[in-house]
């Protein structure tokens, strides 16, 4: 079975005042996918998302929704979208079952099916206790809900969320999570987050951007391939004096660092941490700590995102 | 799809104060004048000997009340007017608009038929209190539904002007004080060039095309300078919302 494609982006580009906010962005997207969306700020994230909800026209480049141009079509393919952008779009006079009342007839969802349609989307974020209250008086975090559940009311193919755990405390952070690895099941969800664990969590692709440009698209193991560095973390309390000592087999370099622990770097193939604990006990050398040392997804983003214009990096910091 | 963005509309004016205190004191001011009508009517008739000198109830008391009409609309229509668009910019509501499977058509004509909506809320009580009248006179009926088509076309387009700029700004209050000005100066046109004979500009006064209809009469030219009053604002405001999109 050929996987569907629900979203198609190609060559977006979108120029604020001769300043390109996004650059030539292509990407596609499954069915059943979650891609998630990772970027310092201003990096041209929600632009894109902007653009592929048709919020904005892109200035180059198309976006297709199942097939459907979104230039051409704009009713038919936003009807197959659901957005939360930043800010919750959220009529905060209304109480939350008006609101989502209104939010699914304006998405075409059939008269008879508006009661359904609102039940399950409250029941999804977790909403029923607060039917009756006015949005306005709600907390942030439920506010966050309101807004995901006017874009997954009417069932869409496709779910854009722009930084959707904002604002959450962390047992509701987990319950959104859930909902999103739920959704991504049957629909293509895209979510972009500064949260980079979420992204670990929840998202099958990640894209990296940067400056308006994509640094990195691809699955998300190949980010957690560059993740785990084949290295371990140690700590002794009588340290050889010669640190050579430590190198063991398959354990190619030694690296003392500043809070008093080691860092060893081995081969990818092989785990010599049994073999290690072993040596440091027949040495006495005092072993209390001993971990795999994780580059952590933030050193791979940082280094995705300044690799890609070194030469711009080192003119500024000459400047400076 | 239009009725649905109307509805909201109608939903969220009667959710806020607003809405009702709005709605509260145009009826007691216009219920006011109707009062006074009725009541002066005996008063200047029985002074009044001569047959011409005499005027049917209908057009004693409708004068009254449709004259007051347009002038307190002149302030409320930029109260009602000033949040449609400027507030969503405000709170980023639009977005939730512009994502769903809407035209720009159907949200911009979706909100003004919302508001004419509740418009005609007003409109329907004025002609309440003039039907009453028919509990203890004869009265003219023409002369009712001509000066209540006027008065519908004329709020109306006060609505379609406020929508208008209303999209231009985020700041609610200053879309209503620009409105207003601009109201206030489209239907004084007429009286401020009236000694330079310039009889192009003051065509284009809102009062010099609701006067006929206060007269109780109804004449396509005046019906059709509204409508096309109307769909310019309107077309205005859509093209206002698509530079949104283009240029953000």
């Known amino acids: ?320 | 799809m239009i009725l649905n963005i109307a509805r909201k509309e109608l939903k969220s004016v009667f959710s806020t104060p607003m809405g009702w205190v709005i709605l509260s004191l145009i009826l007691f001011v216009f219920g006011y004048y109707y009062y006074e009508g009725v009541d002066q009517y005996f008063q200047v008739m029985s002074g009044s000997m001569r047959p011409e000198e005499r005027k049917g109830v209908t057009e004693f008391v409708g004068q009254n009340l449709f004259g007051i009409g347009s002038f307190v609309m002149l302030f409320a229509v930029p109260l009602l007017t000033m949040r449609l668009i400027s507030e969503e910019r405000r709170n980023q509501t639009l977005a939730f608009l512009f994502s769903a499977p809407l035209s720009l058509t159907e949200i911009v004509v979706g909100k003004f038929v919302g508001l004419v909506a509740f418009l005609s809320i007003l409109i329907g009580f004025v002609f309440l209190m003039m039907a009453s009248l028919n509990i203890w006179a004869e009265i003219d009926y023409g002369y009712i539904f001509a000066n209540l088509i006027g008065l519908w076309l004329l709020l109306a387009s006060f609505a379609a002007l406020g929508i208008y700029v209303s999209s231009l700004t985020q700041q609610p209050v200053i879309a209503a004080i620009i409105t207003f000005i601009v109201l206030f100066g489209l239907l004084m046109l007429d009286n401020l060039i009236a000694a330079s004979q310039n009889e192009g500009l003051a065509y284009l006064s809102l009062m010099r095309h609701f006067q006929p209809f206060s007269r109780g009469l109804i004449n396509t030219g005046d019906i059709a300078y509204f409508i096309l009053f109307i769909t310019t604002f309107l077309t205005l405001t859509i093209r206002r919302l698509d530079a949104d999109r283009l240029r953000g």
């Open chain 1, 1 to 320: 079975m050929n996987p569907i494609i629900t979203v198609e982006a190609n060559q977006l580009t979108r120029i604020y005042g001769g300043r390109k906010a996004v650059n030539n962005v292509s990407f596609s997207l499954n069915k059943g996918e979650v891609l998630g969306f990772l970027g310092p700020n201003g990096a041209g994230k929600s632009t894109t998302m902007k653009m592929l909800t048709g919020n904005l026209a892109p200035s180059e480049g198309t976006v297709k929704i199942c097939g459907i141009d979104m230039m051409e079509n704009p009713k038919e393919a936003k009807a197959l979208i659901g957005y939360l952008p930043e800010t919750p779009p959220l009529y905060k006079e209304l109480t939350v079952d008006e609101f989502l009342t209104i939010a699914a007839r304006l998405h075409r969802v059939s008269s008879k099916n508006i009661k359904n349609a609102v039940q399950k989307a409250k029941e999804r974020c977790g909403l029923t206790e607060m039917s009756k209250r006015l949005i306005e008086n709600l907390s942030k975090g439920y506010q966050q809900r309101v807004g995901i559940a006017q874009a997954i009311i009417h069932n869409p193919m496709v779910v854009i969320l722009d930084e959707p755990t904002v604002g959450l405390d962390p047992i509701q952070i987990r319950d959104i999570r859930a909902l999103i690895k739920e959704l991504g099941n049957d629909h293509s969800v895209i979510l972009s987050t500064h949260i980079l664990p979420e992204v670990e969590m929840v998202c099958d692709h990640v894209q990296i951007i940067h400056k308006g440009e994509l640094v990195f698209n691809g699955a998300i193991e190949m980010l957690k391939q560059q993740r785990q560095g084949n290295k371990l973390l140690i700590g002794l309390h009588q340290p050889p004096a010669d640190l050579n000592a430590l190198k063991l087999q398959g354990i190619t370099q030694v690296e003392s660092l500043e809070n008093g622990l080691i860092r060893l770097h081995h081969l990818a193939d092989e785990s010599p941490a049994e073999a290690f604990v072993r040596a440091a006990v027949e040495n006495n050398w005092g072993l209390h700590q001993i971990n795999p040392d994780q580059t952590s997804l933030e050193e791979v983003f940082v280094s995705l995102t300044y690799q890609e214009q070194p030469y711009q990096e080192q003119a500024i910091q000459a400047a400076a």
